[in-house]
């Protein structure tokens, strides 16, 4: 397990956010696209193409089970309901989750269930990357409480005659992550956060009409 130390927190943790769960995002790319025992090497060069998605959902229960000829919205379960696009099996299919999670201060130790592969990035840092399969986790020491960005990128690759599992779920010392730690959004500033930063964006200016000045 890995031990990382990230000392940004974007925003107050106890400040309301605009929405639940996270922005996800289904590919369903021709077969073998995503590979399966190259450490995600192949998903990632895959996302970094710019591809076109098949579909739009909200994650809000990332608890999710199938396996190669389950459909993605079922796949989704409570969530398929959010699910608009083009509906495909998961049989080399690639989810991409995006936004913020909300963490304690100290140590956290996020994990992710996954069959296939996946990579978790946190305030910009790859801190777990994964083929296949089975729980990796990640001990993260959060110098402060708040809202961070968090990416997660799954990709399930078929195995034999569509005769393999499909697995994801992110949780949180050992609980699934709930909904109300996750937000599509950023997070807006508290009123005091926010008056702070427009103070320091005030002395900014003043600092470059002193120096246009000499």
């Known amino acids: 397990m890995k031990k990382f130390l990230i000392g940004l927190a974007i925003v107050s943790s106890t400040q309301a956010f605009a929405a639940s769960g996270l922005d996800g995002t289904y590919y369903h790319p021709p077969a073998d696209t995503t590979g399966w025992w190259d450490g995600f090497s192949a998903t990632s060069s895959y996302l970094a193409s710019n591809p076109a998605s098949s579909g739009t959902f909200?994650?809000?229960a990332i608890n999710y089970?199938?396996?190669?000829?389950?459909?993605?919205?079922?796949f989704l379960g409570s969530d398929g309901a959010s699910f608009s696009g083009t509906s495909g099996n998961m049989a080399d299919g690639v989810i991409v989750l995006k936004g913020w999670i909300d963490i304690a201060a100290g140590n956290t130790t996020l994990s992710v269930n996954h069959d296939d592969g996946f990579r978790m990035i946190l305030d910009g840092t790859n801190v777990a990357q994964a083929g296949c399969c089975g729980a990796t986790g990640v001990s993260v020491d959060f110098a402060t409480a708040g809202w961070h960005s968090i990416e997660l990128d799954y990709n399930n690759a078929m195995y034999g005659n569509y005769t393999g599992g499909a697995t994801l779920e992110l949780s949180e010392n050992g609980q699934t992550v709930a909904a109300s730690s996750?937000?599509?959004?950023?997070?807006?500033?508290?009123?005091?956060?926010?008056?702070?930063m427009l103070a320091g964006l005030g002395l900014i200016g003043v600092a470059a009409r002193r120096r246009s000045k000499k």
């Open 65 to 74: 089970s199938g396996n190669d000829t389950t459909s993605i919205v079922t």
């Open 182 to 196: 996750l937000s599509t959004i950023s997070p807006v500033p508290e009123s005091q956060n926010a008056a702070l």
């Open 58 to 60: 909200t994650a809000t």
